[in-house]
């Protein structure tokens, strides 16, 4: 013992251990059979052991003695018993034989050199390299801490369970052990299974000289199956030396607590009372509303704020905080780490859809003057992860946040604790974040929100400036924000221009004045569309109180055109100055046709005598340059301004260059009728924008390719997802369809071919004027004039005799139709074409068919 240092220990006696193991090998496990020959008076019994069910089986007492591990007791010996006189014939026979103990040299080299102390348990455990070693388990003190005797070396060592914890036996003040409940049966369960077993034992760790390995045994893991069994508990601070992996052991609980046995049968959930599609489901992140929490949107369009389980944001202590007393603390900025916390998360999952499992519900707190602990509303903490990755053990990994420790009976706690416990560990011996040693980040963030003089300063910069790079950092409005902007680390309140948005209620020196219809609605879009999300803003102005006003936009879409296009805003008069004018007016009107929103009540204003009017103006002839790209079957064509065409071309080609540098996965486009996307030409190979018209079949996907005006039949593997920068909200599409004012499509499909070969000859893929001579059916009506000579193509087949006069009625266009039949007349009198045969319109043929008799 080590209160007594002078007493040296008693060594074994010569064959004693192998005697022992001779025993323990042949019958540890085993059935045995005994009999009771002799009683003494202090309680004792002496008798025969008998391997198996009956007395036939291998008497112990001979075996030991033929083996020359034990000695016959002759003094005691009646002459009339056989089994008695049998052992001493064994005990002459293994003398005669030298086995055992009378073997030549007196056995001195079977003692033991047992080691009961070691002196430096840590070296000791380390130098074993988590390599399995031999052992005997020699004594079971509970279910989960064992004496253990080491082979071959003979080190007696006391080996706690790596990770997991039995129910212990307490020591009374008068020496008396009171159980802890299962502490018996958990025991038993162990010594059962182990006690004098064969074993390998693999020495994990050694904190404060505790021993903590893992017993592995032929027939399984003691560890895994107490857990299982319901006689053990996870152990936080010993499962990170598991080398068997503590996820098994967590399974195990798990196991156990769902069936409710032993240690857990008064055992409930954290979540038992919710159902199953409240615990695990897909949401949308609209917010991250800190570093450890966030804001998603339901299937349901419901919002819920959603708490990272177990971890904890970086925080500022009191002292620090009040330093400086005189600036105003903002949270996101001046708490170190933070605000990188913050950018991980928005960067990683904002405006994605995540799953969300939910670990526990938080019960709320409510504060008090005796009570440190800050009050706080429920809350449900979850495991969020998106594409297998937990965001809570990616922050602490990267050190920008911390894992809660709790105490061993607190059940709510992430349900991937361990994974977390890790990847602090890794952060901390990286030095990562919270845990570097380097200076913490600073961010001097100006607030510029409402600071007329500095908003002035910054003004001509921001104008200059073009499109600049912001963050949404709050919406207060539809189309009142505030900005983040990296590049100038300032923040800035930002009003949408050209449009007016419902305003919402608001504190007024008269009173509060109450909210506008659709003012929520149109809030709610923004913040959906935008909210911590990168964009683009281009400053126009400014006004009275320092609030900068322009255009914001995101992946393409102007925000101001969006609300229109929404009807959740109107068109400001401010508009008209802008170069999104048109586009405006234009969503306005859908919006009010549809009646929707705040269009509901609109009713249109009668225009009296705007029938007249336009029968009385005169034709206004205001031709502008258009490239023709493509000419249909039925006479129609399609043309590209020529002022945009600098920004088709740059659009193209920045699109190919992205698509070269990351192309599209071949058959990871679903094509739907109707949806917009890019399609890889068969004539030249090059990807351009087009829409699906129609899906016959996989491999037969009609589309239009919308910058052009022509159709093509392609497999849907030649279709991709359009990139958002290159939608029709970045540049509208560029081919718009007309038709031929003044004359008649022929009927007769030969005519009507001859007509089309002329005009791709003529004006396909060349520069045109083109003039809007009045409105169609499906398209305006035009003249197209040749760029060089000025002269009407449309006039030009009256006169060569291939198409007919279409007569309109309009005043303002009479000028016009006369030109165009007398230009008939003298197709006609010179029999060109149609008119070869003279005038067939008397003739039996059809109206207007060109059947020429022959």
Request: charged share 30%; aromatic share 8%; with cysteine.
């Amino acid at each position: 013992p080590q209160s007594q240092p002078d007493q040296k220990d008693t060594p074994d006696e010569p064959y004693a251990f192998q005697a022992r193991e001779f025993l323990r090998k042949m019958l540890i496990g085993k059935e045995v059979c005994f009999t009771v020959e002799v009683k003494t008076a202090l309680g004792r019994e002496y008798g025969m052991v008998y391997l198996g069910r009956d007395t036939t089986g291998e008497n112990i007492a001979e075996s030991l003695v033929n083996e020359g591990l034990a000695t016959v007791r002759r003094e005691g010996i009646r002459g009339n018993n056989p089994d008695q006189a049998r052992l001493c014939d064994l005990e002459d026979q293994a003398k005669a034989s030298k086995k055992g103990m009378w073997t030549e040299g007196g056995g001195t080299n079977t003692i033991r050199d047992l080691k009961y102390i070691i002196e430096n348990p840590r070296n000791f455990v380390d130098s074993m390299h988590q390599k399995p070693v031999n052992a005997i388990i020699e004594h079971v003190r509970d279910g989960s801490v064992v004496r253990a005797l080491l082979l071959p070396d003979y080190y007696l060592v006391t080996v706690m369970l790596s990770g997991v914890k039995c129910p212990t036996f307490k020591r009374e003040a008068d020496g008396t052990e009171s159980p802890e409940p299962f502490a018996a049966e958990a025991k038993f369960f162990t010594e059962s299974r182990l006690l004098q077993r064969d074993v390998q034992i693999i020495l994990e760790s050694c904190p404060n000289q505790v021993i903590l390995g893992t017993v592995l045994h032929p027939n399984g893991n003691i560890t895994e199956l107490l857990l299982k069994e319901g006689f053990a508990r996870c152990v936080d601070w010993s499962m990170a030396v598991y080398t068997q992996g503590a996820e098994k052991l967590r399974a195990g609980e798990k196991s156990a607590k769902e069936r409710k046995v032993r240690i857990w049968k008064d055992y409930v959930a954290p979540t038992a009372n919710m159902n199953q599609k409240d615990r695990q489901f897909v949401a949308k992140v609209m917010q991250v509303v800190n570093a450890d929490a966030v804001v998603v949107k339901l299937n349901s369009g419901e919002y819920k704020t959603i708490h990272l389980s177990s971890i904890r944001p970086p925080r500022i202590e009191g002292e620090e905080k009040n330093k400086d007393k005189d600036k105003r603390f903002r949270p996101i900025y001046d708490i170190p780490y933070m605000f990188e916390a913050r950018e991980f998360m928005r960067k990683k999952i904002i405006g994605k859809k995540v799953n969300v499992t939910v670990d526990y519900i938080r019960a709320a707190t409510s504060s008090s003057e005796t009570s440190t602990i800050p009050a706080f509303a429920e809350r449900t903490c979850a495991t969020v992860t998106i594409g297998g990755i937990n965001i809570a053990e990616a922050l602490v990994s990267k050190g920008f946040a911390t894992v809660i420790r709790y105490r061993q009976d607190d059940d709510q706690r992430s349900s991937h604790y361990d994974e977390l416990l890790a990847a602090e560990a890794r952060a901390i011996k990286n030095g990562k974040g919270l845990h570097s040693k380097k200076e913490v980040p600073i961010h001097r963030v100006a607030d510029i929100s409402g600071e007329t003089q500095k908003a002035k300063q910054f003004l001509p910069f921001l104008q200059r400036a073009g499109r600049s790079e912001a963050v949404v950092e709050y919406v207060f409005s539809g189309s009142r924000l505030k900005l983040y902007m990296p590049k100038e680390t300032c923040l800035i309140t930002f009003l949408l221009a050209g449009i007016e948005c419902p305003r919402g209620s608001r504190n007024m020196p008269g009173g509060m004045q109450v909210a506008e219809p659709f003012s929520d609605e149109a809030m709610a879009f923004t913040k959906e569309l935008v909210l911590q999300r990168e964009v683009e803003v281009e400053v126009e102005s400014m006004d009275k109180a320092g609030n900068f006003i322009g255009w914001l936009h995101i992946e393409g879409v102007n925000l101001s055109v969006a609300l229109v296009e929404n009807a959740l805003s109107k068109v400001h008069f401010t508009a008209e100055r802008s170069s999104y004018y048109k586009t405006l007016v234009s969503g306005e009107e859908a919006s009010r046709l549809r009646k929707d929103k705040i269009w509901a009540n609109y009713e249109e204003k009668k225009v009296e005598e705007v029938v007249h009017v336009m029968e009385e103006k005169e034709r206004t002839a205001n031709y502008r340059a258009v490239y023709v790209t493509e000419i249909t079957d039925t006479m129609h064509f399609y043309t590209q301004d020529v002022e945009t065409g600098t920004q088709l071309e740059n659009l193209m080609e920045t699109m190919r260059a992205e698509i070269a540098a990351q192309p599209p996965v071949e058959g990871s486009y679903a094509a739907r009728r109707g949806d917009y996307c890019i399609a890889n030409f068969t004539a030249d190979g090059e990807w351009y924008r087009a829409r699906v018209e129609k899906v016959q079949s996989p491999a037969k996907v009609h589309v239009f390719y919308i910058d052009y005006g022509n159709r093509e039949i392609v497999p849907s593997t030649r279709l991709a997802v359009i990139p958002p920068a290159f939608s029709t909200r970045t540049l509208a599409a560029q081919a718009t369809e007309y038709a031929f004012a003044y004359i008649q499509v022929p009927q007769d499909e030969d005519a009507r071919a001859d007509v089309v070969d002329s005009l791709v000859r003529d004006i396909q893929n060349t520069q045109c004027l083109l003039n809007v001579e009045h409105s169609g059916v499906t398209c305006p009506h035009v003249t197209l004039q040749f760029a060089d000579s000025k002269d009407d193509v449309g006039l030009s087949l009256v006169k060569e005799g291939m198409v007919m006069v279409d007569v309109r009625k309009e005043k303002h266009l009479q000028k016009m139709v006369t030109e165009y039949l007398n230009g008939q007349e003298s197709a006609k009198t010179a029999r060109l074409n149609i008119w070869r045969y003279g005038d067939f319109r008397d003739d039996d043929a059809d109206e207007f068919g060109y059947k020429l008799k022959k």
